[in-house]
Nanobody, 115 residues
Framework: QVQLVESGGGLVQAGGSLRLSCAAS????????MGWFRQAPGLQREWVAS???????NYADSVKGRFTISRDNAKNMVYLQMGSLKPEDTAVYYC?????????WGQGTQVTVSS
């Protein structure tokens, strides 16, 4: 079993920055990759960024150049550094871990960007 706990969300003004953290515990060895999704009110959950075990990263076009995903394998942590935030970035952000046959999700952390 893998457990994920996010932290770092909050209220920030447009143009500001936030760093989200995701702490993984449990069967870490079974994780193939990790990343972030987000879900705004009334919208479907959308993928934001991912990082593979070897460290390669991918980003949604909407956040490319503004967000950076990273991981600290020694601490079993994944981070999402968010900059130049826009009101449309407002959402609940979910950390995920991809295993061979399933996805594991955290509980989510709210990010609100005011204009």
């Amino acid at each position: 079993q893998v457990q994920l706990v996010e932290s770092g969300g909050g209220l920030v003004q447009a143009g500001g920055s936030l760093r989200l953290s995701c702490a993984a515990s449990g069967s870490i060895f079974s994780i193939n990759g990790m990343g972030w999704f987000r879900q705004a009110p009334g919208l479907q959950r959308e993928w934001v960024a991912s990082i593979a075990g070897a460290g390669s990263t991918n980003y949604a076009d909407s956040v490319k150049g503004r967000f950076t995903i990273s991981r600290d394998n020694a601490k079993n942590m994944v981070y999402l550094q968010m900059g130049s935030l826009k009101p449309e970035d407002t959402a609940v952000y979910y950390c995920y871990a991809a295993q061979t046959t399933r996805m594991v999700w955290g509980q989510g952390t709210q990010v609100t960007v005011s204009s």
